[in-house]
């Protein structure tokens, strides 16, 4: 596998579901981002981690909670989610924080 | 804020044919801009990044500039092809505080008919 991959890529779960989203790279970067893309709006970036650690969270709701255990790996642990939360998440890595951002295919989230 | 904006939303275009895209932002202190291409469900792939001291860069047919003094940017394709419809998303880096963080147009959909 080559760039960065992302499971599943279509999720359906209800209001009281517990699910993770996951993402991997390959390319030996060293930062990593989760982005929501909804119906008509720009995208909007969650959450960054540079080096493992969490650099910035956009006020992000809690039920959305990310996990980076190393710099090859990112989860986005979803519960208790709402309807308007059904997007395409995104998730993206580049070498380091400011450098160009590689994304991955997308999981399409339906909440019902 | 920086704020994005891309004209037209949407473009149909007949194939062959040159073709611009426009990007806007409203604060000119950006580290770079990047250009993307987004196929229908799938993810971003880049397409052309422009460092703030640079005012162009080029790859095969599609050539980018950047004017950083009016907040203006232009994706140039072409000899447009069938093969090139998909939506072009823009999005600049700032260089302030969250100098990781890059800001989004809602993209132009191109359609470039056979």
């Known amino acids: 596998e080559t760039g960065v991959t992302q499971t599943p890529r279509h999720l359906v779960m209800g209001m009281t579901n517990k699910k993770s989203l996951k993402c991997e790279q390959h390319l030996g970067h060293n930062a990593m981002y989760w982005y929501k893309q909804s119906a008509k709006k720009p995208l909007e970036l969650m959450f960054v981690y540079s080096l493992e650690e969490r650099v910035e969270n956009n006020s992000v709701p809690s039920r959305f909670s990310p996990e980076c255990p190393n710099s090859s790996h990112l989860f986005l642990h979803l519960h208790t989610l709402q309807p308007e939360d059904s997007a395409l998440y995104l998730c993206?890595?580049?070498?380091?924080?400011?450098?160009?951002?590689?994304f991955g295919p997308g999981t399409r989230l339906t909440v019902t | 804020k920086q704020e994005v904006t891309q004209i037209p939303a949407a473009l149909s275009v007949p194939e062959g044919e040159n073709l611009v895209l426009n990007c806007s932002f409203t604060?000119?202190?950006?580290?770079?801009l990047q250009w993307f291409r987004q196929d229908p469900g799938k993810g971003l792939t880049s397409l052309l990044l422009?460092?703030?001291?640079?005012r162009e860069q080029t790859s095969g047919r599609l050539n980018a500039s950047l004017d950083k003094s009016s907040g203006r940017s232009t994706l140039y394709i072409a000899a447009s092809q069938p093969g090139d419809s998909a939506t072009y998303l823009c999005a600049v880096r700032g260089t302030q505080g969250g100098s990781e963080k890059l800001v989004f147009g809602k993209g132009t959909k191109l359609t470039v008919n056979p």
């Open positions: 422009i460092q703030s001291s640079q």
């Open positions: 604060d000119s202190a950006i580290y770079n």
């Open positions: 993206a890595s580049s070498q380091e924080a400011e450098d160009e951002q590689y």
